[in-house]
Nanobody
């Protein structure tokens, strides 16, 4: 069993930066592929970024070049550095963990993850 707790959300002006953290409890954090998803008001959940258990990274087109995902296996934590924020980045950001045999596998839809955090709200004002 893995529990995920996100932190770091808040109110930020457009053009600003925020760093989200997701702390995981439980064993074998290093063996999990860690995702960030987001859900804006009135919209469906969408993929943001992922770092696999071999530390390969993938990003949604909307955030590529602005967001950076990283992990610290010694601290059981995954991060999402968000720069050049836009009002359309306003959403609840969720951390999710998945266990896959392949180091290049991940879940773009979110249907194939094993654990979810409760989310942290990021609001970007214009």
């Amino acid at each position: 069993q893995v529990q995920l707790v996100e932190s770091g959300g808040g109110l930020v002006q457009a053009g600003g930066s925020v760093r989200l953290s997701c702390a995981a409890s439980g064993r074998n954090f290093a063996s999990y592929t860690m995702h960030w998803f987001r859900q804006a008001p009135g919209k469906e959940r969408e993929f943001v970024a992922v770092i696999t258990w071999i530390s390969s990274t993938y990003y949604a087109e909307a955030v590529k070049g602005r967001f950076t995902i990283s992990r610290d296996n010694a601290k059981n934590t995954v991060f999402l550095q968000m720069n050049s924020l836009k009002p359309e980045d306003t959403a609840i950001y969720y951390c999710a963990a998945g266990a896959y045999n392949s180091g290049s596998s991940y879940s773009f839809s979110g249907r194939e993850v094993d654990y979810w955090g409760k989310g942290t709200l990021v609001t970007v004002s214009s």
